[in-house]
């Protein structure tokens, strides 16, 4: 499985980006498909998931309200809409498949596969 995160750039504060993420040699419906972002010194934080069973969508605190997850199942795409955006937004974004539990869905170890990274720069 190859997933290509892409998408990324800068961005005004307030302003919105969509990333993709592209996955390659297995369907999108059959692991959990997540969106991680990380600051250079800081852990990889958690941002969205979208289960690969019912296609159910969970965010993190600080995404919630300002970010939706989706999946095209047809293009085999995830994708995070991300709005009204902050300069703290600023971040590698990355995008994980895997099939971790219900309880983990927010651990990025027991994601299976990652994107390269695509760069999210807020300004103010």
């Known amino acids: 499985v190859q997933l290509q995160a892409f998408g990324g750039g800068s961005v005004q504060v307030g302003g919105s980006l969509r990333l993709a993420c592209a996955v390659l040699?297995?369907?999108?419906?059959?692991?959990?498909m997540a969106w991680f972002r990380q600051v250079p010194g800081k852990e990889r934080e958690f941002v969205a998931v979208?289960?690969?069973?019912?296609?159910?969508?969970f965010y993190s605190d600080s995404a919630k309200g300002r970010c939706t997850i989706s999946r095209d199942i047809a293009k085999n795409t995830v994708y995070l809409q991300m709005n009204v955006l902050k300069p703290q937004d600023t971040a590698v974004y990355f995008c994980?498949?895997?099939?971790?539990?219900?309880?983990?869905?927010?651990?990025?170890?027991?994601?299976?596969?990652w994107g390269q990274g695509t760069q999210v720069t807020v300004s103010s």
């Open positions: 979208v289960t690969a069973s019912g296609g159910h969508t």
């Open positions: 994980a498949a895997g099939r971790p539990l219900s309880s983990a869905l927010s651990n990025p170890s027991v994601y299976d596969y």
């Open positions: 040699g297995r369907s999108v419906t059959i692991h959990d």
